[in-house]
T-cell receptor
Framework: AQSVSQHNHHVILSEAASLELGCNYS??????LFWYVQYPGQHLQLLLK??????LVKGIKGFEAEFIKSKFSFNLRKPSVQWSDTAEYFC????????????FGKGNQVVVIP | DTGVSQDPRHKITKRGQNVTFRCDPI?????LYWYRQTLGQGPEFLTY????????KSRLLSDRFSAERPKGSFSTLEIQRTEQGDSAMYLC???????????FGPGTRLTVT
């Protein structure tokens, strides 16, 4: 079964600071990797995805993530955060082959202070 | 709005009562997924449909839970004899068969008192 670990569940930082959220997954086969974001009062939205392409993936709103296969990691980064980046961020994985069901991590609650 | 919709958005019920939630996926999406999210956790997979066929159910889905997707369009999730442990956000997502991207609805928040 797939599993996903996210650390530092609560992150508080100031505007213009850099953000990095760690994500490690456990699965022996080929995977697809995702970061979803949930802004306050809104539903889950796809931030970026990795489908066996360039390991450095760029998403919306200046976010990027790097897939390191040897480390089973898919860390999310943003060089300079804004107050509007306050949200909960979830890393997710599914099997490249199969039913596409997603396994999520517990999420990172990120608060950006203006 | 052409996204995934769910109804109701909030449901408060007493323990032992039955509840039913509805999900309307994005039009023409073949796959429909149900997830459950409790406080401090990420969403957990419950079940999924491809068209009208329910193809997989998680061990989290006890016998009190049943889901349907008649005609391969909207889906319903019913919980019978609700328990306090059923209190959670129930999320629906949809996708094309050939796509790995799932689009989520706003969820139904269930509170069992």
């Amino acid at each position: 079964a797939q599993s996903v670990s996210q650390h530092n569940h609560h992150v508080i930082l100031s505007e213009a600071a850099s953000l990095e959220l760690g994500c490690n997954y456990s699965y022996g086969g080929t995977v697809n990797l995702f970061w979803y974001v949930q802004y306050p009062g809104q539903h889950l939205q796809l931030l970026l995805k990795y489908f066996s392409e360039d390991p450095l993936v760029k998403g919306i709103k200046g976010f990027e993530a790097e897939f390191i296969k040897s480390k089973f990691s898919f860390n999310l980064r943003k060089p300079s955060v804004q107050w509007s980046d306050t949200a909960e961020y979830f890393c997710a994985v599914n099997s490249y082959y199969g039913n596409n069901r997603l396994a999520f991590g517990k999420g990172n609650q990120v608060v950006v202070i203006p | 709005d052409t996204g995934v919709s769910q109804d109701p958005r909030h449901k408060i019920t007493k323990r032992g009562q039955n509840v039913t939630f509805r999900c309307d996926p994005i039009s023409e999406h073949n796959r429909l997924y149900w997830y459950r999210q409790t406080l401090g956790q990420g969403p957990e997979f419950l079940t999924y449909f491809q068209n009208e066929a329910q193809l997989e159910k998680s061990r989290l889905l006890s016998d009190r839970f049943s889901a349907e997707r008649p005609k391969g369009s909207f889906s319903t999730l019913e919980i019978q004899r609700t328990e306090q442990g059923d209190s959670a956000m129930y999320l629906c997502a949809s996708s094309f068969v050939q796509s790995y991207e799932q689009y989520f609805g706003p969820g139904t928040r269930l509170t069992v008192t």
